[in-house]
């Protein structure tokens, strides 16, 4: 990956988007837009100045954790490889890899200990 921060997005697990959505826009000065997820529902953009900055959505049955939570995404070379060593490392793969369109692909991994992390080898846009 470039040399910058690899956190990539950050993305807010709620099980309630609008109380969730009014209570970040008002306390951080965002705006919202939703879009259609397909199977998901609905996804929602948090927007600065016009700007997509993170995102937020409804839990889902493969969805790590409980509750409402944020959580980051950490970009990768090869997610492929990423998914195979965690296993390897001691950790365990809680979503294996998938593909989001227009995004790149996604899994979700837990350390030893169980710390989460979302990792995401995005696409390469030309």
């Known amino acids: 990956m470039p040399e910058h921060n690899p956190f990539i997005w950050r993305e807010l697990v709620t099980t309630d988007q609008e109380l969730s959505g009014v209570f ?3 306390l951080l000065g ?4 939703e ?26 049955p493969d969805t790590p954790g409980e509750g409402s939570y944020w959580h980051s995404y950490v ?19 809680l979503v294996p890899p998938y593909d989001v369109p227009d995004v790149g692909s996604v899994c979700v991994v837990s350390d030893p200990t169980g710390a989460v992390i ?4 995005p696409l390469v846009h030309e």
């Open 24 to 26: 970040f826009s008002k």
């Open 35 to 60: 879009v259609d997820a397909g199977e998901f529902g609905k996804y929602t953009l948090f927007q600065k100045e016009g700007h997509d900055i993170a995102g937020m959505m409804n839990p889902t």
């Open 30 to 33: 965002w705006t919202m837009k």
């Open 118 to 121: 979302h990792l995401m080898q």
């Open 75 to 93: 970009a990768v070379d090869n997610i492929d490889a990423c998914a195979k060593n965690a296993a390897h490392l001691g950790g365990k793969v």
